[in-house]
């Protein structure tokens, strides 16, 4: 009977589109039950998908530092989150605590621009 080879799973690399990665962090965000360093390695995650050292660069860090915030094993300050929220392409919402999330078609939601001529 031949042996069964196993390899690490590695969710950065089923994370795909911008829609995935916002999913995954939501879900996260979910899951977290207040650990800050599991939502910075969800982030991590998520960076490693889109390439640690465009995210550092578009970020204004060094990929270095960014791998350190971002491994999970402490909290990174708010800025820094903020920064790399926004190097992925992402955003950060609220909304009042045991509310569904609201879904906005933002195709319908946006006026659309009258042409003339």
Known sequence: MPKTRTTRYDVAEHLRTPEEMAAYLEACMEEADG???FIAKA???IA???GMSQVASDA????ESLYKALSGERSPGFDTILKVI???????HAQPAGKPAVSV???SATPR???YG
Do not use: I, Q, V
């Open 35 to 37: 650990d800050a360093a």
């Open 43 to 45: 982030l991590g995650d």
């Open 48 to 50: 490693r998908a889109k």
């Open 60 to 63: 204004g860090l060094s990929r």
């Open 86 to 92: 926004d190097a992925l392409g992402l955003k950060l």
């Open 105 to 107: 078609n933002t195709a």
């Open 113 to 115: 621009r009258r042409r």
